[in-house]
């Protein structure tokens, strides 16, 4: 493990994680490929701690995307529940209240069964007067599906007459984004260097970090060094 400190490094005040790999993990330990799924769930709580001790303010996690939809059915109600059974344990996850955690998830989760939309609802209500640290799960979630929704929405106030259209700006997008918060840092895991899709209009000017290790392989030297990375970074946001 690296030596480098809290102290010492210039940590992202918004973190982004593309958790990428769970299906390809399985298929090396020769287990059905959405048996990987449980692993990632687990490391998720892993990296909550690494993120509480660093002092990483925000978190947005990539979980669920809006093409995740057609994986063949088997698979898919295999993942439901399995957020539908993590979502369980979240609520009752002392970190949540220990760290000072407010969860939201970010997405057309309007798609998701009634029950699993009643349970991330009852997480963000028990935790939306916490103010430490955020926690943003991306489910059915896609960067242009959001850009899309935050344009309807603007188009809407226009029709209404409460919003004239010269003066729609880059704020006025950002305003009804899910999440106008823009993280600093991106990981993306599992080997592919593309965004996919994720926080298309916030990630203009994040940093991004590549991995081949799969999220599920993902450790805390991994973390420290992607840290490291971005700390020794000249972060010119276009200047």
Known sequence: MRS??????????????????????????????????EWGEKKVGKLLEWCNEYKIEELTLYTFS?????????????ILNLFREGAKRLLKDKRLYEYDIKVRFIGRIHLFPQDIQEL?????????????????????????????????????????GTLKP???????LSKHLYMSSEPDLIIRTGGEKRTSNFLAWQS????????????????KEDFIACLEEYSSRDRRMGR
């Not at 010492?8 to 490929?33: E, W």
């Not at 010269?166 to 006025?172: L, N, Q, R, W």
């Not at 203009?204 to 450790?219: G, V």
């Open 4 to 37: 480098e400190t809290t102290q010492t490094l210039n940590v992202p005040r918004h973190l982004g994680v593309i958790l990428d790999g769970n299906r390809r993990f399985a298929k090396k330990l020769n287990l059905d490929p959405w048996k990987g799924h």
């Open 66 to 78: 809006m093409q995740n939809f057609n994986r063949p059915k088997k698979e898919f109600d295999y």
């Open 120 to 160: 991330m609802h009852k997480i963000m209500d028990a935790t939306k007067n916490h103010v430490k640290h955020k926690l943003n799960f991306a489910m059915a979630y896609g960067g242009r599906e959001e850009i899309i929704d935050s344009v309807q929405s603007i188009a809407k106030r226009v029709a209404e």
């Open 166 to 172: 010269e003066e729609i700006d880059e704020k006025t």
């Open 204 to 219: 203009s000017y994040s940093e991004w970090i590549f991995l081949d290790k799969h999220w599920p392989e993902f450790e």
